[in-house]
């Protein structure tokens, strides 16, 4: 369950952390035996005066000390863990750093490689050096961002040290059509081959169809979501081992309620599950991939 864990709600106030939400949402995760990847992001208005990631040295060190109390607590030997014994630990493992950092919304400007690489560095650093064995995810890289996947990935790669600060590429899967999936792997993976990175697993950090919000690429109808879903998920079955795909996570689960007086758009429209709880066809679409012990894939051509 991939949540966003954002600094500005758990510290509001300097030195004032606040983790019972997190906590409640980690502990009926792991009751039903489901592991949580936290995307690790904002920044609260005491560290930073613009959106984004902070960018004076002061914030940078607080940013620090967030990042490692978020690992001591959630993550292997976590005192969240210690306080609750009798609950089975599902210890975060897995730690996103931002995202969507290839435009400006959440990198808060203009987007930089080479910022991103600077931060990415830092907080890795963070990360493992709280926990050895935790494992670093990059930031969600969407490809048709205000900076192209294909510019601003190898642009990261020509930062030094770049590819030895995160153990997981991620990207998103939006696109029109499932088939899409196929040239956002090829542009991911040619960057990883001309660095000799293809070790490294990929994830789909996400990936939807929306049913709503108004005319555009990624709406269609409510069957035609768990179509896009069904062909999605086979041709990543026929082709993970070749695209060495780690994981698929689908946003989001449920759709979101329309405000009052706001504008819609389509993702507000593309979980598996409609507002008032009832399942769409995707929902069914989703579960059967989770229940079938070997899914029958189709033949298909997973590209070069």
């Not at 990360?127 to 064995?133: E, L, Q, S, V």
């Not at 996947?149 to 590819?163: T, V």
């Not at 309620?257 to 989703?286: C, E, Q, T």
Request: proline share 7%; net charge positive.
């Amino acid at each position: 369950w991939r949540v966003t864990m954002s600094w500005t709600d758990i510290e509001p106030h300097r030195g004032q952390r606040l983790w019972s939400g997190y906590d409640q949402l980690v502990q009926r995760l792991a009751s039903r035996n489901v592991q949580a990847i936290f995307t690790l992001t904002a920044c609260p208005r005491w560290a930073c005066d613009h959106g984004g990631p902070p960018r004076s040295e002061t914030g940078r060190s607080a940013w620090v000390d967030f990042v490692r109390a978020a690992v001591r607590r959630y993550g292997v030997d976590g005192t969240l863990w210690r306080e609750h014994p009798l609950l089975r630990a599902k210890p975060v493992t897995h730690w996103q750093v931002l995202n969507e950092v290839n435009g400006p919304d959440q990198w808060g400007g203009p987007p930089s490689a080479r910022g991103y690489a600077h931060f990415l560095k830092l907080t890795a650093s963070a990360i493992r050096g709280t926990d050895p064995n935790a494992k670093v995810v990059l930031a969600g890289l969407g490809e048709k961002m205000p900076v192209w996947l294909r510019d601003y990935l190898p642009a990261l790669y020509r930062q030094p040290g770049f590819a030895a600060d995160f153990d997981v590429m991620a990207v998103e899967g939006y696109a029109p059509r499932p088939r899409d999936l196929r040239r956002i792997f090829r542009t991911t993976r040619r960057s990883m081959r001309r660095h000799g990175d293809l070790g490294k697993p990929v994830w789909i950090t996400e990936m939807s169809w929306a049913t709503g919000g108004g005319t555009h690429p990624f709406v269609t109808s409510e069957r035609g979501q768990a179509r896009r879903l069904r062909d999605a998920y086979n041709l990543l079955l026929a082709c993970r081992r070749r695209w060495n795909v780690g994981r698929v996570y689908w946003f989001s689960h449920r759709d979101q309620r329309v405000p009052a007086g706001s504008g819609d758009y389509w993702g507000n429209h593309n979980g598996l599950i409609a507002v008032d709880g009832r399942w769409k066809p995707a929902m069914r679409a989703f579960l059967s991939f989770l229940r079938a012990r070997a899914p029958r894939v189709r033949a298909t051509s997973c590209g070069r």
